[in-house]
Nanobody, 114 residues
């Protein structure tokens, strides 16, 4: 069983920055970790992913503005979000996949004002 806890969301003006954190417990064998987001009335979408070895992938809408990283010793994944836009407003979720099972955090709200 994997437990994920996100933190770092908040209200920021357009052009600002936020750093989200997701602390994982319950396993040291998680390979890929993900950040997703869900805006009101929209489907949840993948924002970024990172393997245990540090390989990353990004959605086109955030490439060049967001950076995903992880600290394997702390079992924590981060999402540095720069040049935030109002369309980045959403609940951001962390996900881990372990042995074919998906585990989700409770989400953290990010609101970007124009």
């Amino acid at each position: 069983q994997v437990h994920l806890v996100e933190s770092g969301g908040g209200l920021v003006q357009a052009g600002g920055s936020l750093r989200l954190s997701c602390a994982a417990s319950g396993s040291n064998f998680i390979n890929v970790m993900y950040w997703y987001r869900q805006a009101p009335g929209k489907q949840r979408e993948l924002v970024a992913s990172i393997t245990r070895g540090g390989s990353t992938n990004y959605a086109g809408s955030v490439k060049g503005r967001f950076t995903i990283s992880r600290d394997n010793a702390r079992n924590t994944v981060y999402l540095q979000m720069n040049s935030l836009k109002p369309e980045d407003t959403a609940v951001y979720f962390c996900k881990a996949n372990l042995f074919g099972n998906d585990y989700w955090g409770q989400g953290t709200q990010v609101t970007v004002s124009s």
